[in-house]
Every structure is written in C-alpha cells, then in structure tokens.
DNA sequence: TATATATTGATAAAAAAATATCGATATAAA
DNA sequence: TTTATATCGATATTTTTTTATCAATATATA
C-alpha cells in the first residue's frame, strides 16, 4: 500500500511552501517545465539545501542536472496543504481586517471560500462586503451546524473573541484562523491558528531600534574623539 | 558604563514579547503589581522556563516567592522594541489591507503612525482613509526625503512592488514591512520585514487536511473490518 | 525566631532547524 | 563513445530553540 498521508513536514517547512507554490506558478505561467532547487533558492533568498529538502517533503523527486518537474510540483504542494479542494468557511466580525480577509484573493488559492461574515453592528447586517452578506452572530452556530461549515476566520475585538469562539463550537466549527490577541479556549481537537501582526512588527521595530542605537552610539563615540 | 543595547534576543523571543506586553497591561489595569512567570505562561499556553527567559532578556529581575514588576515589565519591553517612542510611517496601496493598517490599533500601541497614504489610482487620491490622506504615488519620494520618514508599509499588488520599493530607497526609506509576496530588492541596510498571511494560512490548511485524512482512514479501516 | 515554600535564574540536556559535505547520476559536451 | 558537470538526495555537522534540573533566596507561616 502507498503511503496516503506524506511525511510529515515541520512547521518551518508548511510557512515556506507557500512561497514555492507562488514562484512555481509564475515559472508555470512563463512555460518553465523544470528548476532547479538553487534557482529556487536564489528567487526567495534561502539555502537550496533547504529548498531540497522542503520539496522532498512534497514527494516529487528531481532529476539530476534537470531539477524538478514545475507542474508536479505544483500539484504536489497544493495536495499536500490541501488546496485543492474548496472548503467553506464564515468569517466573524466585519470591522476592517474583516473586510480586507474578504476582499483577499489569497484565500481562494487556498480553496477557503468566505459564504458569509458574521457581525453584531445591526448597520452592517443585512449588507454585503466584497459581495458577502453580513449577518447577525446569534445565527453563527446555527448556520456552521446546518450548512457543515468547518473553518472560522476571527476578526473581532479581543472583548468579544471568547464569546463568539463558543458560538463556533457549538456550531461545529473545527478550525479556527485567529486575528485576535486573545488566547482561546477550545475543546482539544479544534485547530487554531493565531496571526499576529504585531510579532512580524516587534522584529521590524526591533531591529530599527538596534540600528538607531548602534548609529547614534557611533555618532557620540566619533564627537568624543574628534 | 552601564550596557545600553540589552542582551539581543533571538527572533522568536522578541515575536513573544508583543503577547506578554498586552497581558501586562491587562494586568496593570487591574490593579496587579507583581506577576510570576508560571500564570504568564498558563495564560498564554507558553512553558514557564521560556518566560522566564524571554523576560529576562529585556533585563528586567524577579524576585523569589513574588515574580516581577509588573510595570517595569511593561516599559523595559516597550523601550527594548523602541515601541515607547513615535515614529511616522508612510502606507503605500491603499487597497483593502492597506485600509485595514490605517484603521489598526496596534501600530499606535507599537509608537508607529501613519501619516499619509500612497496609491496610482486617481479615484482614492486627495480623499482620506481613517483620517489619512491618499496621495499619488510620484510624490512617495520627495516626501519621504523632505519629512524625514524612514518606514513604509507595503500593501499593494505585487506587480507594482520593486518599483514603489525603489521609489522608497530614492526617498531615504529604512524599513519595509512587506505583504506582498514579492521577494524584494534592497540595498544593504534596510530592513525588510515580510509579512506572509499565507504561510499561516498554510499550517492551519495542513492541520485540517491531515485530520481529514486520518478521520478517512479510520472510517475505511472501520467499515472494512465490520 | 526558625522553617517551609514559591519563585527566580543559572546551567545542562534535548529537540528542532538550518547548513555543510559528498557520492551518485543523468544529461550535455567533447 | 567517453568525459565533464550540474544537480539531486542522503548523511553528518552545526546552530538555534526549547525544555529540564536544581541551587539560591526572599517572603510567609509556624
């Protein structure tokens, strides 16, 4: 029998394969058939070991001198994350993140399909965003449970994330994406996913401030001895 | 001397740091003066040891049987990041995520304040979004030279990405938090910092398709065996 | 005052991730 | 046909990150 479910890839791997799918599809686009793990490398700033080794995790081999075949690969990422097929999902609070996520072509790629957001502002129900119907968060768990939604985007204030995660659970809901800064409470065998914007800008603003320090550092040290 | 620039933490302690910040001002407004690493870490699901550690990278020290300050925390980390003094920032792509950072919250907590708005779309240019003015994108460079602006926030469709990033190299730029998915080109010295929804989006894509894998598996293996 | 203990911080160990090395090989060039 | 070489993939090494252990200690309790 063949293994069904692949190696097991580590989660440094799974963040970087989204980048492969994208350079892939664009050398697709441009009538590529093969690369090779260095050009690969070189395009997204990594090792090309690592490269290899992130694309073997997919189960495409390469050939020597030629590289990998682009459309296997393709294929074999997209399976792999699961990609390939459409899943539903609800998105909860239609503030401005909200919107954008919903205006986000990226999530189709991915197969999530947004049917519908959810929100408690009675100005925004009845309306649409992007072409989405808003509709009130009381019917959240009734409607994930009756039209088998699975996935849940949060994109509410902090206040009000608990709350309506327990709405999610009860609706059935399996997989949560996380906008907010609050730590939820699930029942084990829900998936969350936390997006933290502000992580990727304390490394920004860290290394700015390791910069200026340095530089300013530098400026006094050079007025002293002159 | 005393050590100006504090140990450096490696990147995931400082992507940590933003959650400990925003459970001590929780705490802080509730009155708490002193907390221990161990409820830190059950209230953000981390390991004790970790916090510890991470805390004591911002230099701040605990005391035996109490835990640490709770307001000192709160400022050695906001200096440690720089997030305690203001900095202005320029967005360029005001298309729906660009919207959304003009509308987030955080970027004021983190000392980073937008300013003005850049978009080649003549519609959005000279309107205001969340208060900031649009304006068009020729004008990125002269601007950032004549304010002294050092941070640009980078949300607009890849395709016009190196470009407006080179108009920012032209204006003095330092810093690139960048959600495109471009891999971009930067002299050395400036800071690029990706911000990749699509990686996250790929665990939590993995995650489910595994589940929905095995779920499968063990139905199959079920019915056969009855 | 003496004792018990929650908690830190330092050091050590383990695990995970990134990077280096190198033989095997399929193709292109000689 | 033979040789040279770009590339892979396996294994080994190094580095980074997480987790474990434990002595030191400041406070609370007896």
Redesign the pocket.
Known sequence: MVNRIEKTA????IK?LPGYLHILRQLHQDGAVD?????IADMLK????????D??STG?????????PIEQLITAIENFLGWNNEREAFLVGAGNLGAALMGYSGLGRAGVQIIAAFDNDLRKIGTTIHGKPILPIEKLSELARRMHVKIAILTLPEEEAQKSVDRMIRGGITAIWNFTPATLKVPEGVIVQNEDLSSGLAVLSRKLHVNKQKTETRQKRGTKNE
Chains 1, 2 share one sequence.
Do not use: C, M
């Not at 580590?10 to 791997?13: D, E, R, S, V």
């Not at 690369?35 to 050009?39: D, L, W, Y």
């Not at 495409?60 to 990998?68: M, N, Q």
């Open positions: 580590k989660i440094p791997t970087r690369i090779s793990g260095a050009v990594l090792d090309p070991v690592q490269v290899r080794k694309l073997a495409v081999v390469g050939r020597p001198r030629i590289g990998f």
